[in-house]
Structures are given as structure tokens and as C-alpha cells.
């Protein structure tokens, strides 16, 4: 392999490593592109790669050493190794009173990373949902089963597909769990799940530029 296919070759991955992580980023998503001397390539919210060096803080990663291809950087106040090609998530803040607090990404959506019956799960805040909704490879993973609910249509981007209602024991976000919340399970795979109405009607929800609050009601 000449230098110019080398620079192609590695240009490629580089472009294929950008392209995975753009997918379904969320604003506390941090992913390690690749690696320049002594500093880390970071792509934050699925946003373009940037250099941040050794003791520096980028949207509150910090990057804590770097050691080839590996960087350890500190994200939401816990400490991750990462490789090129991983990313690492942050949980969606909370305290004792109830309360999320959630960053929009760079296209405006909010993501969080949550639990259903133990299970974790990331979901997408989605107001137009009815219900939570969970593709069925979430559903098979949490021993969800398609059979056992009330069968009904939903219309997707993708078009109709096949549904089941059933009812979740728990949905955690947080410090904050719901019980007994209504869902549906789709009969084909989804990119990721849907927090619906379900869930936000028992919440009170305020939003303030690139920020949502969402505030246990009962």
C-alpha cells in the first residue's frame, strides 16, 4: 500500500467512525474518533471531531491521559476508558425531588438512557408517542412478550406495523421510577425507544432553549 492509499485507507475509517456515531447521539454521548499526539479526537452529540488535550474540558468531558489508541476521560463525574471507534454516555441528571434534566443534541432531540423491568434502554423523548414504544429486539432482550397484549396498528415512518399494549412493572430514568406504565411493543425492530405520554403525562415537563426539565408529579 502506497502513502496515498494509506492516507485514502485511514481517511476512510476515520469517515466510517464519524458516520457511526452521528447515528442516535445524545448531548451527553462523547466518542473518541481518534487520537493526534497527546490529544484526544472527540465527537460530542454526534457534532464534528474535536482536539481536546490532556486536562482539558469539552461541553463537561474532560480528557484525563492518553496512552496510544486509549483515552481515559471523565464524563459525568465518573472515569471511562475509551478506544477509538467507542463512545461513552452520560446519565441524564436527577436528585431526590423527582427530577430529570436533559440536554437537547445537536439536532434538537433528547435522548436518556434508562431501565424498563431492570432492563436498561435508551430512549428518545417523543411528545407525539401515545405510549412508550419498544422495537421488538428491546422487547425480546427484556423478556417482553409480543403475545401476550392487547394486538392493535401503529402507523411509523416506515409505515403500519403490528402492536402489542402491555403494561411495564417499572420505568426508571434516573433516580426517578414510575410503576405500572403502559407501552407498546412493536412487531419489528426499532433505532431506539420511544418515551411517550405514558410516561411524560405523570411528569411535569418545562423546556428552556437546549434544556428539558422533567419533574415527577405521581
Given amino acids: 500500500m502506497d502513502n496515498g492509499e494509506k492516507v485514502k485507507h485511514h481517511f476512510t475509517l ?3 467512525v464519524i458516520c ?28 464534528e471531531p474535536k482536539s481536546v488535550a490532556v486536562g482539558q474540558v469539552l461541553d463537561g468531558v474532560k480528557v484525563i491521559s492518553v496512552q496510544g489508541d486509549q483515552v481515559v476521560i471523565e464524563i459525568a463525574g465518573k472515569k471511562r476508558s475509551l478506544r477509538v471507534g467507542q463512545h461513552a454516555i452520560g446519565a441524564p441528571s436527577s436528585d431526590a425531588s423527582g427530577k430529570i434534566v436533559m440536554a ?14 431492570g432492563n436498561s434502554v435508551r430512549f428518545l423523548v417523543d411528545t407525539g408517542a401515545t405510549m412508550i414504544s419498544l422495537g421488538a429486539a428491546d422487547a425480546r432482550r427484556m423478556g417482553l412478550d409480543f403475545n401476550g397484549g392487547q394486538k ?3 402507523q411509523t415512518a416506515n409505515g403500519q406495523t403490528m402492536v402489542s399494549k402491555i403494561q411495564l412493572d417499572t420505568v426508571r430514568i434516573g433516580d426517578v421510577t414510575l410503576h405500572n ?13 420511544l ?6 403525562n405523570r411528569m411535569d415537563m418545562q423546556r428552556d432553549g437546549n434544556t428539558m426539565t422533567l419533574k415527577k408529579r405521581f
Avoid at 487520537?35 to 472527540?42: C, E, N, R, T
Avoid at 437537547?104 to 423491568?117: C, E, I, L, P, Q
Avoid at 406504565?181 to 425507544?193: F, N, R, S
Fill in 14 to 16: 476515520f469517515a466510517a
Fill in 20 to 47: 457511526l456515531f452521528s447515528v442516535g447521539s445524545a448531548a451527553q454521548d462523547v466518542g473518541l474518533a481518534g487520537v493526534m499526539g497527546s490529544k484526544a479526537m472527540l465527537m460530542l452529540n454526534g457534532g
Fill in 104 to 117: 437537547a443534541d445537536t439536532r434538537g432531540h433528547f435522548y436518556t438512557n434508562g431501565s424498563v423491568n
Fill in 152 to 154: 392493535g396498528m401503529s
Fill in 181 to 193: 406504565v403502559d407501552a407498546l411493543i412493536h412487531q419489528t425492530d426499532m433505532p431506539v425507544a
Fill in 195 to 200: 418515551l411517550g405520554m405514558s410516561f411524560l
